[in-house]
């Protein structure tokens, strides 16, 4: 009496019977490979609507130049004006879903602009950090002014000059105990210094409180 055949398939030629030690090492296999790619899928998913979200804090002119979709284009626009909790996370998955219509070539142009934008602004923050201690450094003392014109030898010489000694006047206390006075000069010193880190001209930098200079 012949035996009845086993139930299975061939892997590589090697023959898998059903409900063996093999088989089931082959089911959690291929079961561990469909649960990886269903999370790498979601993963990539949410990354997306991470990367659309934050489209919102690219500058307008630099947004425009991507030459987005019209869709994603007026999705963001929506999606400043909802300041609802969860409208704002339905209009993000929203946002995500449009995102995922993009091809590589533009997810990869939206990822370089906003790394762009992130370095400029932190490069920005550390020309403020430095402009301040150069601020303090040149009104404390005159070595601070020459290592200062050694160093950027197309400072105006005579500008700066004017600026370190009228500050250092301002802030003598007009009573003992009294708190320095900071004017016009103290501001200046810093759009000066600031715009010569950044690379810009002076007139090129934010004006400080120009309603208060009217007080000086």
């Given at each position: 009496?012949?035996?009845?055949?086993?139930?299975?398939?061939?892997?590589?030629?090697?023959?898998?019977?059903?409900?063996?030690?093999?088989?089931?090492?082959?089911?959690?296999?291929?079961?561990?490979?469909?649960?990886?790619?269903?999370?790498?899928?979601?993963?990539?998913?949410?990354?997306?609507?991470?990367?659309?979200?934050?489209?919102?804090?690219?500058?307008n002119e630099v947004?425009?130049?991507?030459?987005?979709?019209?869709?994603?284009?007026?999705a963001l626009a929506?999606?400043?004006?909802?300041?609802?909790?969860?409208?704002?996370?339905?209009?993000?998955?929203?946002?995500?879903?449009?995102?995922?219509?993009?091809?590589?070539?533009?997810?990869?142009?939206?990822?370089?602009?906003?790394?762009?934008?992130?370095?400029?602004?932190?490069?920005?923050?550390?020309?403020?950090?430095?402009?301040?201690?150069?601020?303090?450094?040149?009104?404390?003392?005159?070595?601070?002014?020459?290592?200062?014109?050694?160093?950027?030898?197309?400072?105006?010489?005579?500008?700066?000059?004017?600026?370190?000694?009228?500050?250092?006047?301002?802030?003598?206390?007009?009573?003992?105990?009294?708190?320095?006075?900071?004017?016009?000069?103290?501001?200046?010193?810093?759009?000066?210094?600031?715009?010569?880190?950044?690379?810009?001209?002076?007139?090129?930098?934010?004006?400080?409180?120009?309603?208060?200079?009217?007080?000086?």
């Amino acid at each position: 009496m012949s035996r009845k055949p086993k139930k299975g398939y061939f892997v590589r030629g090697q023959f898998v019977a059903e409900g063996s030690e093999l088989d089931l090492e082959m089911k959690a296999e291929l079961k561990g490979t469909a649960d990886a790619t269903r999370t790498d899928l979601k993963r990539e998913s949410t990354e997306l609507q991470k990367l659309g979200e934050d489209l919102l804090t690219l500058r307008n002119e630099v947004r425009l130049a991507l030459a987005l979709p019209e869709k994603l284009e007026d999705a963001l626009a929506d999606a400043r004006k909802i300041t609802n909790f969860e409208g704002r996370r339905r209009q993000g998955q929203f946002i995500g879903k449009l995102m995922r219509k993009l091809d590589e070539e533009q997810v990869a142009a939206v990822r370089a602009a906003l790394d762009a934008q992130q370095r400029g602004s932190a490069a920005e923050a550390a020309a403020l950090h430095e402009a301040e201690a150069w601020r303090v450094a040149l009104i404390d003392s005159d070595e601070s002014v020459q290592d200062w014109i050694s160093r950027f030898p197309q400072t105006d010489i005579q500008q700066l000059r004017a600026l370190v000694r009228q500050a250092r006047k301002d802030a003598v206390p007009e009573k003992p105990g009294a708190a320095p006075r900071h004017g016009r000069a103290y501001r200046e010193i810093f759009q000066l210094v600031r715009a010569t880190l950044l690379g810009d001209t002076p007139d090129d930098a934010p004006a400080e409180d120009d309603e208060d200079d009217r007080d000086d």
